[in-house]
């Protein structure tokens, strides 16, 4: 039976308000919940600070400088990787007394380290890292796409350090059948993302609105923005779209948009007001990688959602959402869905499928799997 674990988080997982550290904070609140203590080691830079949260869920938690910039690059590893070393952290990693929990690839430099070849180690694969930065790569203006392309190719071959850890666990099917397929001497998991969410039904709003959510100083948000104005010009309902740190570019392009307000870095309070309030959540991606945190929030708390097949990485739920892939459908899907109530047989459904992507439903699974290695 486990009863402790570390875990390397490649950033600060407080305040858990992007798609990768909501995973993480909320898999750390759920293992205290099952009596797992906790070590927590957490890569911080940036204006993310140390959280005295954590301190809460973690018996013990140690931050340690990302070295972002020059100081990270290398020419054989990913700069995702590659920034993320400590000396202090290995030597820690060393004297663990149980498993290892290592957050996504960024956070697998030692992985393969000599030192810790007896220890049980395992890897959160929250997506296919190459392919990710593949995409971003094709989305991105010189000279970033340069950049994404160079470590999309450093991540491929890097991918291969997998081997020495004993457990995968994936976020979405489409990334198990890679991983399976990659590495067969390998366990391989199917862990949903933990997200915190109890699902909840919402009474009508006042006002008749959709809403488009992400961090919008994140490529592939900020191009599927752009694409949603584009077709919105032929639509007189409400659109609101808010998120975390829009370019002047994108404030320029909104404000310039009729029937289209902009709520820029709003509150965890605010956020959830108008996920609650939307009469339509508009989940509409251009890459179809890992499962997406806000696909299940909107899911979990708000009413109609409609979603490309991009964003639909899960077949499971695909029954919950209205598809819509192309202009024209998405046009016909909001004049449909903004005067079309979300009724006790929407929820009633919603509710019966969301069971498998509960938090509790998810610690399961991952004790479970930790328990037989």
Same mark, same amino acid.
């Given at each position: 039976?486990?009863?402790?674990?570390?875990?390397?988080?490649?950033?600060?997982?407080?305040?858990?308000?992007?798609?990768?550290?909501?995973?993480?904070?909320?898999?750390?609140?759920?293992?205290?919940?099952?009596?797992?203590?906790?070590?927590?080691?957490?890569?911080?830079?940036?204006n993310?600070?140390?959280?005295?949260l954590l301190?809460?869920?973690?018996?013990?938690?140690?931050?340690?400088?990302?070295k972002?910039?020059i100081?990270?690059? =290398?020419?054989?590893?990913?700069?995702i990787?590659?920034?993320?070393? =400590?000396e202090?952290?290995?030597?820690?990693?060393?004297?663990?007394?149980?498993?290892?929990?290592?957050?996504g $690839?960024?956070?697998?430099?030692?992985?393969?380290?000599?030192?810790? =070849?007896?220890k049980?180690?395992?890897?959160?694969?929250?997506?296919?890292?190459?392919?990710?930065?593949?995409?971003?790569?094709?989305?991105?203006?010189?000279?970033?796409?340069?950049y994404?392309?160079?470590?999309?190719q450093?991540?491929?071959?890097?991918?291969?350090?997998?081997?020495?850890?004993q457990? $995968?666990?994936?976020?979405?099917?489409?990334?198990?059948?890679?991983f399976?397929? /990659?590495y067969p001497?390998? /366990?391989?998991?199917?862990?949903?993302?933990?997200?915190? /969410?109890?699902? =909840?039904?919402?009474?009508?709003?006042?006002?008749?609105?959709?809403?488009?959510?992400?961090?919008?100083n994140?490529?592939?948000n900020?191009?599927?923005?752009?694409?949603?104005?584009?077709?919105?010009?032929?639509?007189?309902?409400?659109?609101?779209?808010?998120?975390?740190?829009?370019s002047?570019?994108?404030?320029?392009?909104?404000?310039?948009?009729?029937?289209?307000e902009?709520?820029?870095?709003?509150?965890?309070?605010?956020l959830?007001?108008?996920i609650?309030?939307a009469q339509i959540?508009?989940?509409?991606a251009?890459?179809?990688t890992?499962?997406?945190?806000? @696909?299940?929030?909107?899911?979990?708390?708000?009413?109609h959602?409609?979603?490309?097949?991009e964003?639909?990485?899960?077949?499971?739920?695909?029954?919950?959402?209205h598809?819509?892939?192309?202009?024209?459908?998405? /046009?016909?899907?909001?004049?449909? @869905?903004?005067?079309?109530?979300?009724?006790?047989q929407?929820?009633?459904?919603?509710?019966?499928?969301l069971?498998?992507?509960?938090?509790?439903?998810?610690?399961?699974?991952?004790?479970?799997?930790?328990?037989?290695?």
């Amino acid at each position: 039976m486990i009863t402790h674990l570390d875990i390397v988080s490649f950033d600060v997982p407080y305040p858990a308000n992007y798609g990768g550290v909501i995973d993480v904070f909320y898999k750390i609140k759920a293992l205290h919940e099952r009596n797992v203590s906790i070590t927590l080691h957490c890569f911080q830079y940036g204006n993310r600070l140390p959280a005295q949260l954590l301190e809460r869920y973690c018996e013990q938690v140690f931050y340690y400088p990302r070295k972002t910039g020059i100081t990270g690059i =290398s020419p054989s590893k990913p700069y995702i990787v590659n920034s993320r070393k =400590s000396e202090s952290l290995l030597k820690r990693l060393q004297e663990a007394p149980g498993a290892i929990l290592f957050e996504g $690839l960024h956070t697998c430099n030692y992985l393969d380290h000599p030192s810790l =070849s007896s220890k049980i180690k395992v890897v959160r694969c929250a997506n296919v890292e190459h392919e990710y930065y593949k995409h971003l790569a094709q989305q991105a203006s010189f000279p970033r796409s340069l950049y994404y392309n160079l470590d999309s190719q450093l991540l491929k071959k890097y991918e291969t350090v997998l081997e020495h850890a004993q457990l $995968l666990l994936t976020i979405s099917s489409n990334d198990q059948s890679h991983f399976e397929k /990659q590495y067969p001497k390998t /366990q391989v998991a199917l862990i949903p993302a933990f997200h915190g /969410q109890q699902i =909840s039904k919402h009474e009508a709003s006042d006002e008749l609105f959709a809403l488009f959510h992400g961090s919008l100083n994140v490529i592939e948000n900020e191009r599927a923005v752009f694409e949603l104005l584009e077709l919105w010009h032929d639509l007189d309902h409400k659109l609101k779209i808010t998120g975390r740190l829009p370019s002047n570019r994108l404030v320029s392009k909104i404000e310039k948009a009729p029937n289209v307000e902009l709520i820029a870095n709003p509150s965890e309070t605010k956020l959830s007001e108008l996920i609650s309030a939307a009469q339509i959540h508009m989940m509409l991606a251009t890459q179809a990688t890992g499962l997406k945190l806000k @696909l299940l929030n909107v899911l979990f708390n708000g009413k109609h959602v409609i979603a490309n097949n991009e964003m639909l990485t899960e077949n499971s739920l695909r029954p919950l959402v209205h598809v819509a892939n192309n202009k024209l459908e998405i /046009q016909k899907a909001v004049d449909q @869905l903004m005067t079309t109530d979300f009724t006790d047989q929407d929820f009633n459904s919603r509710k019966s499928i969301l069971t498998k992507y509960s938090d509790e439903n998810s610690v399961n699974l991952l004790l479970h799997h930790l328990n037989s290695l």
